[in-house]
């Protein structure tokens, strides 16, 4: 019974937390989200909802910014993390990636690859095998391995990123705007990578996107945050049919693609802020 139970637990659970910046700003007000084991799970929203500083709670890279969960808790794997440093967190088999890439501009592609291998113990073999895993996922990195990533491409440092936290062998990415600043076939290119990782892999992600038509078509299941609330959440297919999420984050309503001016219909309309 033991066994089965521990199968069924989820990878991540956040309970009811709240975030508190420069101990007066709320940022995070009772947010609650789950992530299976093996899923991909959409966190969406316009800038300013509070998704990067969902991750950012998750990760326990709050402190470097002021900021605190002061209220609830989150569960990694079933036990709780919050007083993990984030280098003990890695370990465990969760990491983030960053929203804006951050590669080492000064070093190459290969060696920022490895450089996500620094928490390992397990010797050069599996290292080397796990940087030709990455070169599979990823060829052109194998291609630009001995560039300096400062002068690569968006897209080519995004991969580069997520290569980099494959390194350490995750059981979970938090994957922060992935598709920011990239034209679309390369926002295709690195979503069908992560899915592919997902299936293959069995890497679990939870990605906070602002293209909610992309993060839809991948995630399994998605929660919608609008000032730092979780408005909405519900099967990736469902929300994809949902008259309100097409209207005000897929840019289509029920006679149409509606016009600018129709915005101010906002408030009226979005019926979970009645």
């Keep these: 019974m033991l066994k089965k139970a521990n199968e069924s637990r989820p990878m991540l659970e956040v309970n009811n937390i709240e975030v508190v910046y420069n ?46 969960v002061t209220k609830g808790n989150i569960q990694f794997e079933g036990k709780e993390i919050q007083n993990l440093s984030p280098s003990d967190l890695v370990k465990s088999g969760c990491i ?61 440092q995004q991969m580069c990123a997520i290569g980099r936290a494959l390194m350490s062998r995750p059981k979970m990415i938090l994957l922060d705007e992935p598709s920011m600043g990239l034209a679309p076939q390369l926002v295709e290119e690195i979503f069908e990578i992560v899915k592919n990782l997902n299936q293959n892999e069995g890497v679990s992600f939870l990605l906070a996107e602002q293209n909610t038509n992309v993060a839809l078509r991948y995630a399994t299941y998605g929660y919608i945050l609008e000032s730092g609330r979780v408005v909405m959440d519900g099967d990736a297919k469902e929300l994809r049919e949902n008259e309100d999420v097409k209207e005000f984050y897929l840019g289509v309503g029920g006679e149409g693609r509606r016009s600018f001016r129709d915005v101010k219909h906002y408030r009226r309309r979005k019926r979970w802020l009645a």
Excluded: W
């Excluded at 991909?40 to 910014?65: P, R, Y």
């Excluded at 290969?110 to 996922?137: H, M, P």
């Excluded at 990823?138 to 002068?151: E, I, T």
């Design 23 to 68: 101990h007066v700003i709320l940022v995070l007000k009772g947010v609650s989200l789950t992530v299976p084991k093996g899923g991909i799970v959409a966190l969406l929203g316009a800038n300013g909802a509070g998704k990067t500083t969902s991750l950012k709670a998750v990760s326990n890279l709050l402190h470097s910014e002021r900021g605190e």
């Design 96 to 156: 983030q990636v960053m929203e804006g890439r951050h590669c080492f501009e000064h070093l190459s592609i290969e060696e920022n690859l490895l450089t996500g291998a620094y928490t390992r113990q397990d010797g050069n073999k599996s290292i080397k095998q796990d940087l030709e895993l990455v070169y599979n996922y990823f060829p052109r990195l194998r291609d630009r391995k001995g560039s300096q990533a400062g002068y690569t491409s968006g897209g080519e």
